[in-house]
């Protein structure tokens, strides 16, 4: 199994509350992702980062930050939790495997309620 | 963006093969096939890629049609534990580190004993 583990597993917090979710590779893999998955949505990608202190965003990123000041961490931050945001978040890693192609391997995920 | 199609769910019988089938029209020359699965309560898995020619590995084969513009995942004998829900993605490169999946709602394979 990949090396990436994922901090808190859940979490509860109140609406308008700071909220930082950590993704942490031990593969030293270039690549890394944050995706939600919300019923009946699949999964939606937030930010990504293709190395250290670069970063894009992804289809669903209004609400949220992240930050990669090593290879190894990606943060992902919502400034001010809204009962929206209550999902499932996934990181994931990749490496890069020749004219795009590669293998992305996911965390196991952690499940936030903002009530 | 980069959208597939897929059924909604579909079952099978253990020890059966599944054939699990994916459009994708608006694939580019470049774009490749990936497929992903997702077991209950957990992050998803790769299961398999191909860009043209069809794919073998130990989980899974990939068919993909000679226009690319649909693919079949195959799984040659379904156990319990392949109940899952399968996405059919195909990345798009837009260039230079911008490589990204888009991930549709799947397809859920229930597998009857």
């Known amino acids: 199994d990949a090396g990436i583990t994922q901090s808190p597993r859940h979490k509860v917090t109140e609406t308008g509350t700071p909220v930082t979710l950590r993704c942490h590779q031990t593969?030293?893999?270039?690549?890394m992702y944050w995706y939600r998955q919300d019923p009946g949505h699949g999964l939606r990608l937030i930010h990504y980062?293709?190395?250290?202190?670069?970063?894009d965003k992804g289809e669903v990123s209004d609400g949220y930050s992240v930050s990669r000041s090593k290879t190894e961490d990606f943060l992902l931050t919502l400034e001010s939790a809204t009962s929206s945001q209550t999902s499932v978040y996934f990181c994931?890693?990749?490496?890069?495997?020749?004219?795009?192609?590669?293998?992305?391997?996911f965390g196991p995920g952690t499940r936030l309620t903002v009530t | 963006d980069a959208k597939t199609t897929q059924p909604n769910s579909m079952e099978s019988n253990e020890e059966e093969p599944v054939h699990l089938p994916c459009n994708h029209s608006?694939?580019?020359?470049?774009?490749?096939i990936h497929w992903y699965r997702q077991l209950p309560s957990q992050g998803p898995e790769y299961v398999i890629h191909?860009?043209?020619s069809n794919v073998n590995n130990r989980m899974a084969s990939l068919a993909i049609a000679e226009d690319r513009k649909s693919s079949t995942l195959i799984l040659h004998r379904a156990t319990l534990r392949d109940a899952a829900v399968y996405y059919c993605?195909?990345?798009?490169?837009?260039?230079?580190?911008?490589?990204?999946?888009?991930f549709g709602k799947g397809t859920l394979l229930t597998v009857n004993p």
């Open positions: 994931a890693i990749s490496g890069w495997g020749g004219q795009g192609a590669y293998e992305q391997y």
């Open positions: 593969e030293n893999h270039r690549y």
């Open positions: 980062s293709y190395g250290v202190k670069d970063t």
């Open positions: 608006t694939i580019s020359g470049t774009d490749y």
């Open positions: 191909g860009l043209t």
């Open positions: 993605i195909h990345g798009v490169n837009s260039g230079g580190s911008n490589y990204k999946l888009t």
